[in-house]
C-alpha cells in the first residue's frame, strides 16, 4: 500500500462558501474598476481627483479583500489583507450608517440620492458593515508553513 508523498502540497477544495465570495469579491473588483475608469479617469488630475481613489478605491480594496477570504477558505493565502481590509473598511461603513440613520432621526425627511431616504442608506450601511466584519472576525491568523 503506498503512502501519499508528504513533499506535495495538498488544496483544499473549493467550498460552496469561498465560491461565493470569490464570485462576490470578483463582480465588486470588476464594477468598481469599470466604474472608476470611465467615469474617474476625466476627473482624476482635477482638485476632485482624491475622491475618485476614495469612491472607487474602497470597493476595489474590499472585492479584493473578499477574493483573499475565499483563497483563506482554500488555504492558498494566510488571509491577513483580506482581515484587515475588512475590519476597516467594516468599521468605516459601520460609522457611515450610523450617522446616516442618526441624521434621519433627528431631521427627518431626508432625501438621498435615488429617493432612497437616510434612514434606508443608513440602516442598508449597517447590514453591509455587519456581514463584513462577520467575514473579517471568522479569518483568523494563520501562516502559510501551517498548512
Keep these: ?30 464594477a468598481s474598476g469599470l466604474c472608476s475608469a470611465s467615469f474617474g479617469l476625466p476627473i482624476l488630475f482635477s482638485p476632485y481627483g482624491a475622491l475618485v481613489l476614495i469612491f472607487g478605491g474602497i470597493p476595489f480594496l474590499v472585492g479584493a479583500a473578499l477574493v483573499d477570504a475565499a483563497r483563506y477558505y482554500r488555504r492558498t493565502s494566510s488571509g491577513r489583507f483580506g482581515r484587515i481590509v475588512l475590519l476597516v473598511c467594516g468599521v468605516l461603513v459601520l460609522l457611515y450608517g450610523v ?16 429617493a ?16 463584513l466584519l462577520i467575514i473579517a472576525l471568522r479569518i483568523r491568523r494563520r501562516n502559510r508553513a501551517d498548512d
Design 1 to 30: 500500500m503506498s503512502q501519499p508523498d508528504p513533499t506535495k502540497e495538498t488544496k483544499t477544495p473549493w467550498t460552496a462558501g469561498s465560491i461565493a465570495l470569490l464570485v462576490i469579491g470578483v463582480l465588486v473588483m470588476v
Design 116 to 131: 432612497v431616504t437616510r434612514l434606508q442608506a443608513g440602516l442598508a450601511g449597517i447590514v453591509i458593515a455587519t456581514a
Design 99 to 114: 450617522v446616516l440613520t442618526y441624521l434621519e432621526w433627528a431631521e427627518p425627511g431626508g432625501q438621498g440620492l435615488f
